[in-house]
Antibody, heavy 126, light 111 residues
Framework: QVQLQESGPGLVKPSQTLSLTCTLS??????????WSWVRQPAGKGLEWVGR???????NYNPSLKSRVTISLDTSRDQFSLNLSSVTAADTAVYYC??????????????????WGKGTTVTVSS | QSVLTQPPSVSAAPGQRVTISCSGS????????ISWYQQLPGTAPKLLIY???KRPSGIPDRFSGSKSGTSATLGITGLQTGDEADYYC????????????FGTGTKVTVL
């Protein structure tokens, strides 16, 4: 059974870099062409797409976060990571990692996330 | 970045049917497939519908999806107390600000 698990500090100081890791179990991160994605959710609010990294390493980021976000793969450990720099209180949220399927058929693109981690809460505070 | 618009809440009695709308634009819903997610309180989102109307294995056929133009709809029939959750639509936005986008979310309450 494919599972994802987030890990990382629960508390980050303002202006520092938030770093999270997502570990895949039950499969190899390179076995199929997925987009390994990050989504966050501030308390009481909706979902916000953060970005994704393809099995081959190419990335896409939320334009509103692009200048501060880096998502990368560690294929030797079946992990992918999120780095978000210069954080403020507005970055306080539950961060989820997810497996995304993306492609094009019948002239339309599809992108959906079918496996999710349980989420990890990150608080930005001094 | 674009956002998809959903009603904040819908409600119905057990056994009834509810529908949740998701409105977007020609750059997202109008151009790409829609997915729907269920988020039970305190848990991670769960994929309910993908490719507009397909259900992953294990999702009951009480859940259905449809799309027309720049809008999509999630339907839930035979409403159960266990369906009380937040529901989000999602898709890819193909505008200049390309990326994944989600709807604003809808809280389903079983009366």
């Amino acid at each position: 059974q494919v599972q994802l698990q987030e890990s990382g500090p629960g508390l980050v100081k303002p202006s520092q870099t938030l770093s999270l890791t997502c570990t895949l179990s039950g499969a190899s991160i390179t076995s199929d062409p997925y987009y390994w994605s990050w989504v966050r959710q501030p308390a009481g609010k909706g979902l916000e797409w953060v970005g994704r990294v393809h099995t081959r390493g190419n990335t896409n980021y939320n334009p509103s976060l692009k200048s501060r976000v880096t998502i990368s793969l560690d294929t030797s450990r079946d992990q992918f990571s999120l780095n978000l720099s210069s954080v403020t209180a507005a970055d306080t949220a539950v961060y989820y990692c997810a497996r995304g399927s993306y492609g094009r058929k019948d002239f339309y693109y599809y992108y959906y996330m079918d496996v999710w981690g349980k989420g990890t809460t990150v608080t930005v505070s001094s | 970045q674009s956002v998809l618009t959903q009603p904040p809440s819908v409600s119905a009695a057990p056994g009834q049917r509810v529908t949740i709308s998701c409105s977007g634009s020609s750059f997202n819903i109008g151009k790409n497939y829609i997915s729907w997610y269920q988020q039970l309180p305190g848990t991670a989102p769960k994929l309910l519908i993908y490719d507009n109307n397909k259900r992953p294995s294990g999702i009951p056929d009480r859940f259905s999806g449809s799309k027309s133009g720049t809008s999509a709809t999630l339907g839930i029939t035979g409403l159960q107390t266990g369906d009380e959750a937040d529901y989000y639509c999602g898709t890819w936005d193909s505008s200049v600000s390309a990326g994944g986008i989600f709807g604003t979310g809808t809280k389903v309450t079983v009366l």
